[in-house]
């Protein structure tokens, strides 16, 4: 995208409005990922299990994916590929018993160093605005109007491709760790030690290099993830995967001879309607309520408490469809190429939310923060049970947040929102276990606690979101006051 809205010389920047901007990165990244649907589709029916190898399978879906990536983010790409050769090297040569650990800590370094020099050294992707009138208050700032991390707001420099692909970079970060523990799992653990899931994700065998890039890099989910465990993921590339789910819930035991090669054509159907609606919404709510209006001097200074609440939780609500859309969309390409099925509901019916990163109604209707978060961005908080809050001794709630927030970024607003949603999590968790049962005796009394907690739950993650999306210090400081 940089070469239709490229860096000027030196002290010279062009600017889009933020809405624009996104605008831009948005025809690029529906670009690659309708090429991906239309490869997923092209995938299930010529390169099926049954009429290629595994290899096959593997090196077409690695080759995809690496042109998406090197098509939809240029030579940034290049710091994905070398996190992925440094990881092998780690995952060859280190023992069983420490591959995790190093995998670990090398991948979030990189990571972490991307997220660094993005930002502030490279300024790909630093917001600015004139909040609280800042040209006035920081005169020192460059013609370009570039300013200091802490007042990052409402316009984006227009080169910020390099900002967007530190996604790629987050899924195969989770990729990676993911992997490496489940590795030393399988070699570098004793059986008994393992709990239920680790044991049925362990890995008992090194992945080859092919089966390594593939598992990273593969044209359904380097994109925009999801993050998915390698046994799966072999297990579908190699045509055992519906299968395996089927055999877990007993399907000839329910009178069936034969097992069924279910089709995902109306899952994916379904999951591109609710894309072209969370688009639609995402073009009108997001223009119509900007996050910069929550920091404008008559919703500070003026507006009452009641509007200033009620205002915040719209504008929130206004910045979710963009996290619909594409993880939606992601989990229809993957259903698309026959990647994502999860068994059989109590009704008889197939489902392919394997993979699925949220569920709408749930998030929309949750009566506690915990049951927001179980429902938001739902892989990525596995892989943050998996690698982090099953395995620390310690403050297993407050690591976890943490390491939620280093993944995300060096955006100051992350942290505001991570170190808030511990306090909350904890308050919430205390006030439910001392309180609910007291409104469990009639119905009446469920449905007003309900109605209660519902808007609760959605005000409180209103206002422990809010700095996430503001991103800046000042701005999310003038929220809170």
């Known amino acids: 995208m940089s070469h239709l809205v490229g860096l000027g010389g030196a002290g010279e920047c062009a600017f889009l409005t933020s809405f624009q901007v996104i605008l831009l990165l948005l025809v690029n990244f529906v670009t690659c990922q309708l090429f991906a649907l239309f490869a997923a589709f092209w995938f299930r029916s010529y390169l099926s299990p ?20 090197i098509f939809c983010f240029g030579w940034y790409s290049v710091h994905l590929f070398v996190l992925v050769l440094m ?14 650990r190093y995998s670990f800590f090398v991948a979030m370094g990189y990571l972490t160093i991307c997220h660094i020099s993005r930002i502030y050294i490279f300024h790909y992707g630093i917001l600015t605005t004139d909040f609280s009138g800042t040209k006035e208050k920081w005169p020192h700032l460059n013609p370009a109007g570039l300013k200091p991390w802490f007042l990052i707001g409402q316009v984006v420099p227009i080169d910020s491709r390099a900002g967007a692909s530190d996604w790629p970079l987050m899924i195969v970060t989770q990729k990676i760790t993911t992997l490496a523990f489940q590795v030393h799992d399988g070699l570098g653990r004793k059986a008994e030690d393992l709990s239920t899931e680790q044991h049925r994700l362990a890995v008992k065998a090194k992945p080859s290099f092919l089966e390594y890039v593939s598992y990273l890099l593969n044209f359904m989910s380097v994109i925009a993830g999801p993050c998915n465990n390698f046994k799966e993921y072999i297990a579908f590339i190699e045509g055992r995967h519906i299968h395996m789910k089927l055999l877990e819930v007993n399907w000839k035991e329910k009178g069936f001879h034969s097992l069924p090669e279910p089709s995902p054509t109306r899952a994916v ?35 009452n408490f009641l509007t200033r609440l009620c205002y915040l939780y719209v504008v929130m609500q206004a910045s979710k469809p963009k996290y619909y859309f594409a993880w939606t969309l992601a989990d229809a390409v993957n259903n698309a190429a026959g990647f994502g099925f999860s068994g059989v509901d109590k009704n008889g019916n197939f489902c392919w939310d394997l993979l699925s990163n949220l569920n709408i109604w749930k998030i929309e209707t949750a009566t506690s923060f915990k049951m927001y978060l179980e429902n938001w961005n739902i892989q990525t908080a596995t892989w943050l049970k998996r690698v982090c809050y099953e395995r620390v001794p310690w403050y297993p709630t407050v690591l976890t947040f943490i390491l939620s927030a280093l993944w995300h970024g060096v955006y100051p ?65 003038s929220l809170y006051k």
């Open 87 to 100: 990881c092998y090297g780690i995952m060859v040569t280190a023992s069983a018993s420490s591959v995790h």
């Open 413 to 477: 607003g992350y942290y505001f929102t991570f170190l808030t949603g511990i306090l909350v999590t904890l308050a919430a968790r205390t006030v439910r276990n001392n309180y609910r049962h007291y409104f469990l005796s009639s119905k009446a009394l469920k449905v007003f606690y309900d109605i209660v907690t519902w808007a609760v739950t959605q005000l409180a993650v209103s206002y422990t979101v809010a700095p996430f999306v503001m991103l800046a210090v000042e701005p999310t400081i």
């Open 269 to 303: 159907i379904h999951k591109l309607c609710m894309t072209l609606v969370s688009l639609l919404l995402f073009l009108t709510l997001t223009k119509t309520f900007p996050v910069t209006c929550l920091v404008d001097d008559w919703f500070v200074h003026k507006a």
């Open 50 to 69: 049954g009429k290629t190898s595994p290899d096959v399978r593997h090196a077409f879906a690695t080759i995809f994916g690496i042109y998406f990536v």
